[in-house]
């Protein structure tokens, strides 16, 4: 099992900038992939980006290229998302996950086994 725990959330302006942070520890040596998912009551959970541990290969979300960029520090097993420019349609409850999805659908949600509790996003 592997423990996650973001911070690093909060409340900006629009076309502001946070950075999202995702310690991993535990049974790590299980998982290949960490990612970021976001949520909005009603909604399903939606990927952001992906990164592959070690060999650094990221994925990012068409709504967020440009604008996100997901990178880690293996030797602290922590993984960031930087955003940038952000929109009021990115409010939501930001998740951590790890796991080892297969690289065509690092954004379903359902590859991933290993959960943080989320850190909250709000533009205003």
């Known amino acids: 099992h592997v423990q996650l725990v973001e911070s690093g959330g909060g409340s900006v302006q629009a076309g502001g900038s946070l950075r999202l942070s995702c310690a991993a520890s535990?049974?790590?040596?299980?998982?290949?992939?960490m990612a970021w998912f976001r949520q909005t009551p009603g909604k399903e959970r939606e990927g952001v980006a992906a990164?592959?541990?070690?060999?650094?290969?990221?994925h990012h979300a068409d709504s967020v290229k440009g604008r996100f960029t997901i990178s880690q520090d293996n030797a602290k097993r922590t993984v960031y998302l930087q955003m940038n420019s952000l929109k009021p349609e990115d409010a939501a409850m930001y998740y951590c996950?790890?796991?080892?999805?297969?690289?065509?659908?690092?954004?379903?949600?359902?590859?991933?086994?290993?959960w943080g509790q989320g850190t909250q996003v709000t533009i205003s």
């Open positions: 535990g049974h790590t040596y299980t998982i290949d992939v």
């Open positions: 996950a790890a796991g080892d999805p297969l690289d065509l659908v690092w954004y379903r949600a359902d590859e991933y086994a290993n």
């Open positions: 990164i592959g541990i070690g060999g650094g290969k990221t």
